[in-house]
C-alpha cells in the first residue's frame, strides 16, 4: 500500500504516512483483507487500483519534468531549438555565427 504513497509524498517534504491518500488506501486495505476464500477478488481489485494510482503518480512525475524542461520559454534563438534536437548550426565564414 505504501509504494504509490511514497512516490507521492516526494513534494511538500512530508512523510507519505501524513498524507489523505496513504490514510484512504490503508482503511481501503484493511477493510479488504484476505478472507479465508478461495478467491477473493475485492483483495485483486484493491491491488489493481493500488497499481493504477502508482502509474498515474508516475506518470504526472514525468509529465511535470517534460514540461518543465520543454516548455515554451518565448521566442528561442535558432541555436537553442537545433540544440534542443541534437544538431549544431554550421559556422558561417568570416566568423559569422
Known sequence: AAAP??????RA???YRDTAAYQHIVAA?????VTSEKLCR???E??????TY????????EHTALHQEYHG?????PEEVAGLVGFRLPQQP????
Open 5 to 10: 504513497l511514497r512516490h507521492a509524498s516526494g
Open 13 to 15: 517534504g512530508r512523510t
Open 29 to 33: 486495505f484493511r477493510a479488504h483483507r
Open 42 to 44: 475485492a483483495q485483486q
Open 46 to 51: 484493491l491491488h489493481f487500483q493500488a497499481a
Open 54 to 61: 502508482l502509474c498515474l503518480l508516475r506518470s504526472v512525475r
Open 73 to 77: 520559454k518565448g521566442e528561442r534563438s
Open 94 to 97: 568570416g566568423g559569422k555565427g
